[in-house]
Antibody, heavy 114, light 108 residues
Framework: QVQLVQSGVEVKKPGASVKVSCRAS????????ITWVRQAPGQGLEWMGW????????NYAQKFQDRVTLTTDTSTSTVYMELRRLRSDDTAVYYC???????WGQGTLVTVSS | EIVLTQSPDTLSLSPGERATLSCRAS???????LAWYQQKPGQAPRLLIY???RRATGIPDRFSGSGSGTDFTLTISRLEPEDFAVYHC?????????FGQGTKVEIK
């Protein structure tokens, strides 16, 4: 079945970087883009950006433009989301989703704390 | 970017009742690229509706979506116990996607 499986929990200090992975299976990887969304504790969903697996084109939310990078590894059907210069308010569950819609990964909790 | 405003913030209803959730966009949503998700605590969002009115695979027909332009509605015809959750609307397919703030459907 179509599935996205994300990497595990991360705990980081302020100023550090985090790289979360999203491994796809059950479909032709290059035929669909991957979107990243985050959800802070008790808050709503926030769109971060999208990457075309086909050609690597990216689209980032203005809020994250200078701190986030999305990349792909077609050999392992994996998309990566790197967020730099972490702050305490980056503490959230980070999700990947195929073509912004379905399915979603299980989420990765990133905690930023000194 | 398009701002999505959901109403109400919380809807208190009993099982068997009808739920009507609203999502209003600050400008017209192109090609009705509007989706609805259900989210339960500790879980990822689950796609219910895309293209404003198309049910996703495996979604019961008590869930329906309608609307166009700037006004969209998610209707749950008869609430089942498993339907009490938070519902999000989502404008997708653009260079700047956005989500509504969510509506919580709680048991009255």
């Amino acid at each position: 079945q179509v599935q996205l499986v994300q990497s595990g929990v991360e705990v980081k200090k302020p100023g550090a970087s985090v790289k979360v992975s999203c491994r796809a299976s059950g479909y032709t990887f290059s035929s669909h883009g991957i979107t990243w969304v985050r959800q802070a504790p008790g808050q709503g969903l926030e769109w971060m950006g999208w990457i075309s697996v086909y050609n690597g084109n990216t689209n980032y939310a203005q809020k994250f433009q200078d701190r986030v990078t999305l990349t792909t590894d077609t050999s392992t059907s994996t998309v990566y989301m790197e967020l730099r210069r972490l702050r305490s308010d980056d503490t959230a569950v980070y999700y990947c989703a195929r073509d912004s819609l379905d399915p979603w990964g299980q989420g990765t909790l990133v905690t930023v704390s000194s | 970017e398009i701002v999505l405003t959901q109403s109400p913030d919380t809807l208190s209803l009993s099982p068997g009742e009808r739920a009507t959730l609203s999502c209003r966009a600050s400008q017209s949503v192109r090609s009705n690229y509007l989706a609805w998700y259900q989210q339960k605590p500790g879980q990822a969002p689950r796609l219910l509706i895309y293209g404003a009115s198309r049910r996703a695979t495996g979604i019961p027909d008590r869930f329906s979506g309608s609307g166009s332009g700037t006004d969209f509605t998610l209707t749950i015809s008869r609430l089942e116990p498993e339907d009490f959750a938070v519902y999000h609307c989502h404008h997708y397919g653009s260079s700047s996607e956005t989500f509504g703030q969510g509506t919580k459907v709680e048991i009255k």
